[in-house]
């Protein structure tokens, strides 16, 4: 089983995550010592301005400390929704896992704009697998959990952030995470870290929900 986390801001000074290259390579080692063998690196992308340059920049002096840790790194983002409404389906390739056909689609805080299927399905056409990042931080997800239903009917996969799985016991993303996870929606379990403290989540998600991790390494394999 490789243990992917397929959604962490590892890469120094491109997003609000790790802040230094000394940050990032202590991340590497928390990453490491939960057992993580593959990181994708997701670094927040809003618009089609964001210089992609600079991040796969700092994605190449990172993966050379990861190399020397054994960790293996891939490059990735978290698309903004906003980013996939103002972009071509084709363009969004770009956007990619390195090396699979997976994007990670960051929906708003509050409610899913108009578009936001008929967008989902242009991705699809252009052979785009997306993955929702964290449904349990939008409102549209936590007043109307049939929403996460249906998009996991149209092949969309969801991903779950590990920090909202142990956050504050009544907090609306908690209950909806639990809930997405329950009717067995939920096909990743990341650590969407931001810095080191983020992984101690992580390892707690681990220890509970095995079966999901489990997955989340499956659905990641010969990608
Ligand atoms: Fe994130």
């Known amino acids: 089983m490789n243990i992917t986390d397929i959604h962490c801001h590892i890469l120094y000074g491109v997003d609000d995550g790790s802040g230094s290259l000394d940050e990032s390579i202590s991340m590497l080692h928390a990453a490491y010592a939960c057992g993580i063998e593959t990181v ?3 670094p927040h992308v809003y618009s089609a301005e964001d210089d992609l340059q ?5 994605f190449k002096t990172v993966r050379a400390e990861a190399d020397r840790i054994g960790i ?17 389906a084709a363009d969004m390739r770009a956007y990619r896992f390195e090396d699979t056909d997976m994007l990670l689609l960051e929906p708003p805080s509050g409610y899913l704009p108009d578009l936001w299927e008929n967008r989902i399905y242009d991705l699809q ?7 929702i990042a964290h449904p349990e931080r939008c ?5 109307n959990i049939s929403l996460a239903r249906r998009m996991a009917e149209i092949g969309c996969r969801l991903q779950v952030s590990a920090c909202d799985l142990f956050g504050g016991f009544f907090s609306a993303y908690k209950k909806t995470a639990l809930k997405m ?4 929606l939920i096909s990743f379990i990341a650590s969407d870290a931001h810095c080191v403290g983020d992984f101690r989540y992580y390892l707690k998600a681990m220890k509970r929900y095995p079966h999901i991790m489990k997955q ?6 010969d990608r």
Do not use: P, S, W
């Open 181 to 184: 996870i329950n009717e067995g």
């Open 125 to 131: 056409n252009e052979g785009i697998e997306v993955i």
């Open 54 to 58: 600079k991040i796969r920049n700092v």
């Open 216 to 221: 989340t390494a499956e659905n990641c394999a």
């Open 40 to 42: 994708i690196c997701t």
């Open 72 to 88: 293996q790194l891939r490059q990735g983002y978290e698309c903004n929704y906003r980013l996939m409404l103002e972009t071509e």
């Open 139 to 143: 409102r549209d997800f936590q007043e």
